[in-house]
């Protein structure tokens, strides 16, 4: 069974950091996957953050978070991460990972549709 499951969120200050994680699992192979990293505050659409692609070479950001966000993946844990940074009480939000089957972050990759599969969530509250 196909399972996309995110941790690593919670309560930060303003100003700080804190990584996300997404652990990928019944996929046939780990490289075959792109990943993806959404988030959704109350009220407001799904907005896609950032994209990544086996092996890696391929990482678009959402012009609202490049320079502070981080997108990785680390294939030997079937994991991909989000390192953010300098967090503004805008960037409070419901994180979402989703995959991509066809292996590649495409032009459309900021489209919630282009996904086959989503993690359930981890909820980020940034206090100023």
């Known amino acids: 069974q196909v399972q996309l499951v995110e941790s690593g969120g919670g309560l930060v200050q303003a100003g700080g950091s804190l990584r996300l994680s997404c652990l990928a699992s019944?996929?046939?192979?780990?490289?075959?996957?792109?990943l993806s990293w959404f988030r959704q505050a109350p009220g407001k659409e799904r907005e896609a953050i950032s994209c990544?692609?086996?092996?890696?070479?391929?990482?678009p950001y959402t012009n609202s978070v490049k320079g502070r966000f981080t997108i990785s993946r680390d294939s030997a844990k079937n994991t991909t991460f989000l390192q953010r940074n300098s967090l503004k009480p805008e960037d409070t939000a419901m994180y979402y990972c989703?995959?991509?089957?066809?292996?590649?972050?495409?032009?459309?990759?900021?489209?919630?549709?282009?996904?086959?599969?989503w993690g359930q969530g981890t909820q980020v509250t940034v206090a100023s």
């Open positions: 989703a995959a991509d089957v066809r292996g590649y972050c495409s032009v459309r990759w900021q489209n919630a549709n282009e996904y086959n599969y």
């Open positions: 019944g996929f046939s192979s780990f490289e075959n996957i792109a």
């Open positions: 990544i692609e086996a092996p890696g070479l391929n990482t």
